[in-house]
């Protein structure tokens, strides 16, 4: 199942369901579907970039930006659904 962060209308099976980043779509994908819990795990909002991020490839200021609308989308759902916590 392909997902999106924009309008998919134009485009055949592939769906918005809400989120940003990988991890926060996924997020969205899970409560999506009625996720009984969705538990979350190695994300990290202290403002350092993890060794599987590759920080080294990437630019910090862009990834720490992304991480930032990460947790601001992830605590928006979060205050909407009260099956996902924080581990």
């Not at 630019?59 to 581990?87: A, G, R």
């Amino acid at each position: 199942m392909g997902t999106t962060q924009i309008d998919p209308t134009s485009f055949k099976k592939l769906y918005n369901f809400g989120g940003f980043t990988d991890g926060d779509r996924t997020v969205f994908l899970a409560d999506h579907f009625n996720a009984k819990k969705i538990f979350l795990a190695g994300f990290d909002f202290d403002g350092n970039i993890g060794k599987y991020s590759f920080a080294d490839k990437k630019n910090k200021e862009i990834k720490l930006k992304k991480l930032k609308w990460c947790n601001h989308l992830l605590q928006f759902l979060i205050k909407e659904n009260k099956s996902i916590e924080f581990f």
